[in-house]
């Protein structure tokens, strides 16, 4: 499973290049990091279903020694490691445009996580039951979309949970973002074992 | 173990195409061309032995191991070919080696860059530089760097040039001077099986017309033509298919002697190509039978 994993990497190749150019131009842009982190990872994501749909990715794998277990979990690990690299990349830069790190940085590193297991969460299993069909290319672009409004939903969620008088009094915002990240983790999870469960099912064309 | 790949009352049906109740054995250190027309089930029944479709019901077994409990065994000893490529057409050569290579325990890069170079295949170009014919050979490299034990390809000459066809049949002919090794391979283009196969499987909407040894086949499969007086209810039963004209009948037998005797010199016999059995058993028995 590994070698999928590391496969998921390096199909981008040069493309890494590109990816680190947005990032940088997001963060020019003093985006916040939730945004950037969740955009990033979920455009790598959605390439690396775009170039095994283009290279008949689902055959190939499949023909070969692995199950279709490890196929899927793969892609769902792939999509935490691409989310830390962007989240270490975006930690690393911080400080060379801003000069530091601000302390509230930590909400929107955990934010960009939650929202992308949200979004994968979401998305995937439609992957795997739409696969090798052709609307498979839009579905990919709604991905993107949707995590773009995810982040400015996530953003002004956050807002109005701050500014009721209830919220801010029962949960800290430590408490507020780790029951997010286990609820999301949770999702997570559980679309994981769905995603099995509907490509165990499918017919590879 | 005899059989490299087992097939038991193995049912599937997707729309309007079933494959009803089909057993085959493919014969292990053997080469099993798979004919029929399009839509007859090669690829349908071919995924199925890869495990990329499951049946409804029947077993599958393939190396003596069922994909339930050894999936990733058997598919460490399958080198695939099909028809269409699996390759990522952002990458070069290389970069393509580098992901598949780690996944086979017995990859073999030396082999691979025999291959590579036997063939003209450049390591540091683009794949989407690549014609469909370099594109089944790349598969074609993958296939055989890992020492796997069958072979299972998809039509796989079905987009090369002539040469290169005959140089492919002349490598399969080469693989195959190891005893261990089996070969499955559909095709459309039968004289590439003539000089090749063992034992030729016939299919047609999703059943087996026939799995039978060549050299059986050339003995026993005629065309037959002659005068439409001589067919009757009890003549008619040594033909599996007829094709009546004004000036006489063609028909398909496979009891060339049987035929023979029976007609002698009434009737014009001809060895039948595998070209002519696919032709006419459209719509044909699957078996003459002669009381």
Known sequence: MLQLIKKDIAIHKFQWLLYLAMLLFFMLLDKDAIFIIALMSAIITMNAFFADEQANGHKLWNAMPFTRSEIVSARYSSLLVVTVISMSTVMMIEPILNGGWDVLIWKELVGGVVLIMLSGALCFPIFYWLSQRSVIFVLLILYILLVIAGAYSFYYLYLYLSDT????????????????????????????????????????? | MEHAIELRNVHKSFGSFSITDLSLKVKKGFVTGFIGGNGAGKSTLIKMMMNLLQPDSGEIRVLGMNYKENEKKIKERIGFVFNDATLYKELDLSDMKKLIAPCYRQWDDRLFHQYCDRFELPLRNKIKSFSDGMKMKVSLAFALSHHADLLIMDEPTANLDPIFR???????????????KTILLSTHIMSDLSSLADYITFMQKGQIVFS?????????????????????????????????????????????????????????????????????????KADASIN
């Not at chain 1, 408490?175 to 074992?193: E, N, P, T």
């Not at chain 2, 005959?166 to 261990?180: A, C, G, I, P």
């Open chain 2, 212 to 284: 039978k040894e060549l050299h059986e086949i050339e003995e026993k499969y005629a065309i037959v033509r002659g005068k439409v007086e001589l067919l009757d209810g009890d003549t008619e039963q040594y033909f599996l298919s007829i094709t009546r004209t004004d000036s006489g009948f063609e028909a398909l037998t496979s009891d060339y002697k049987a035929v023979q005797a029976l007609f002698g010199n009434e009737v014009i016999i001809e060895k039948a190509s595998l070209e002519e059995i696919m032709y006419y058993s459209r719509g044909g």
């Open chain 2, 166 to 180: 005959r140089e492919f049949m002349q490598l399969l002919h080469e693989v195959m001077l190891n005893e261990e």
């Open chain 1, 165 to 205: 008088l209830i919220i801010p009094q029962a949960l800290s915002d430590g408490k507020l973002f780790g029951f997010g990240f286990v609820i999301a983790l949770c999702l997570y999870m559980l679309s994981w074992r769905l995603s099995i469960k509907i490509y165990k099912n499918r017919g590879i064309l």
